[in-house]
């Protein structure tokens, strides 16, 4: 990095005692770190104004007052709102192992509890941000390969996008895992994927039963979904996939989970030598 890497300590809600966000501030300034600390009782709004304003690398929160699982996760929530999504976001504080567990899962790249050194903070920090600055390197998928949409009777929805709009079927196939039906029309350099549940406890059933037919998701055609999905979580959004996995058209894919992209279910998918 061309400069200091930029934390910011923050105290949200209502807890009074910041010796120990003090202690860490004070201990990531001495490994070389630029810290701005908030001070007593922020805001979720408040904290993530001054995490934009001050261009930092990372947000390290501190609660002792038991709300944690109400703030911390507000706060990553507020930062993807307003469009950061390349902000390393840490935690700490007396916080019990089943809810460090659900705080990563909720978006928080690490959570250190009492015994934690500020060498081991310094160190993940350090590592993290220079991997999520790398991550700008990477090339931004190719295209999007197609589009989802859940369809309740697929003959109907076939004498649409076929008969009248003139697409062309270009696969059918099930997919037995997902209990689907899948037809691909070609769309210009994309397909339109027709989906039709062949079970209801299958996602696309389940997601007819709530929200009847429309767009259920986006694909994107990248060269590596694995290198994407790690992309994905290093930025701090929740997968629905941990690692790729065959999906339609003999492709790899893998997804993120709609709350992390804003309401839109993405899916990342690469081709392979058997399509």
Request: proline share 4%.
């Amino acid at each position: 990095m061309n400069r200091p890497i930029r934390v910011l300590i923050a105290k949200p809600g209502l807890d009074g005692h910041d010796r120990g966000a003090l202690v860490v501030a004070q201990g990531l300034r001495d490994e070389g770190f630029e810290v701005i600390y908030t001070g007593l009782r922020q805001t979720v709004e408040q904290i993530v104004t001054t995490a934009i304003q001050e261009d930092v690398d990372c947000v390290g929160l501190s609660s002792l007052s038991g709300a944690h699982m109400t703030l911390f996760p507000s706060v990553v929530e507020e930062l993807r709102a307003r469009g950061v999504n390349d902000v390393l976001i840490i935690g700490g504080g007396v916080i019990p192992p089943e809810d460090v567990v659900a705080l990563k899962q909720k978006g928080l790249a690490a959570v250190f509890t009492p015994g934690s050194t500020i060498g081991d903070m310094a160190a993940f920090i350090r590592d993290h941000v220079e991997e999520r600055q790398g991550l700008d390197l990477v090339e931004p998928p190719s295209q999007v390969d197609h589009i989802g949409i859940a369809v309740e009777d697929l003959d109907a929805t076939l004498a649409f996008y076929r008969d009248h709009l003139g697409f062309q079927v270009v696969h059918e196939e099930d997919i037995a895992d997902q209990h689907v039906h899948a037809v691909f029309l070609q769309a210009g350099e994309m397909h339109i994927e027709l989906l039709q549940s062949t079970a209801e406890e299958g996602p696309i059933g389940k997601f007819i039963m709530a929200k009847g037919s429309g767009v259920h998701h986006i694909a994107y055609r990248v060269d590596d979904v694995a290198e994407w999905l790690d992309r994905s979580r290093q930025a701090g959004h929740r997968l629905i996939d941990e690692a790729p996995r065959p999906g339609g058209q003999n492709k790899l894919i893998g997804f993120i989970h709609p709350k992390s992209s804003f309401g839109v279910l993405t899916e990342f998918c690469q081709i392979t030598d058997k399509e």
